[in-house]
């Protein structure tokens, strides 16, 4: 099925382990973003990429490294996991400027830092 | 900082009820969209109004927008159980190409049969 897919689905990380999370898109869409969901507080943007080849910081980009490896695909690097961490997240992809069909989102990675 | 809030936080209704779901935000816009995430689910999008539109429907979903108020309501007819889910509006700022979203804290519906 056509859509966005993210691994691992779940992750248990100690305090200063990395690891990557992986996101892939099979719709050609030129843009992705990835979010983080808390409780109460809505998705905030962490980084996203406009088209292949640029990454631009988000509203929570600490702690967090990206690449846009391909149109296809982008991941999100935790070089240094901390409890703050703990959280869900979320791929998303758009075509460019989204003018009529908005983001189209994975179903997340559920992150615990322990 | 967020961009859109939703009120109410929390609605619980009967089926068969309407459900209106309001979001506020407080900068210019070029569109608005609302999604639902179901519990343990990624977010799907439902709708999108632009800036110069005022209302919009798609099915059972009516979307209106005031861009003087800077607020929008989605209202959800004859609700069913399965459309328990939260409710996420989106704002996408004026002046951009590459269509960055700002989303709201989310409204959670329960809709009881």
């Known amino acids: 099925n056509a859509g966005v897919t993210q691994t691992p689905k779940f992750q248990v990380l100690k305090t200063g382990q990395s690891m990557t999370l992986q996101c892939a898109q099979d719709?050609?869409?030129?843009?992705m973003y990835w979010y983080r969901q808390d409780p109460g507080m809505g998705l905030r943007l962490i980084y996203y990429?406009?088209?292949?080849?640029?990454?631009d910081k988000g509203e929570v980009p600490n702690g967090y490294n990206v690449s846009r490896l391909n149109k296809r695909e982008f991941s999100l690097r935790l070089e240094s996991a901390a409890p703050s961490q703990t959280s869900v997240y979320f791929c998303?992809?758009?075509?460019?400027?989204?003018?009529?069909?908005?983001?189209?989102f994975g179903s997340g990675t559920r992150l615990t830092v322990v | 900082s967020q961009q859109g809030e939703e009120d109410p936080q929390a609605l619980s209704i009967q089926e068969g009820e309407n459900a209106t779901m309001n979001c506020s935000y407080k900068?210019?816009?070029?569109?608005l969209q609302w999604y639902r995430q179901n519990s343990g689910r990624g977010l799907v999008h439902l709708i999108l109004?632009?800036?110069?539109?005022r209302e919009k429907h798609s099915g059972r979903l009516r979307v209106t927008l005031d861009t003087s108020k800077k607020s929008s309501s989605l209202l959800i007819t004859a609700s069913r159980a399965a459309d328990t889910a939260s409710y996420f509006c989106?704002?996408?700022?004026?002046?951009?190409?590459?269509?960055?979203?700002?989303f709201g804290q989310g409204t959670i519906l329960t809709v009881h049969p």
């Open positions: 998303a992809s758009s075509d460019l400027g989204q003018r009529t069909y908005g983001y189209t």
């Open positions: 719709m050609n869409h030129n843009s």
């Open positions: 990429s406009a088209s292949e080849g640029t990454t």
């Open positions: 900068t210019s816009i070029n569109n």
């Open positions: 109004i632009r800036s110069n539109e």
């Open positions: 989106a704002t996408r700022s004026g002046g951009t190409s590459y269509g960055k979203l700002t």
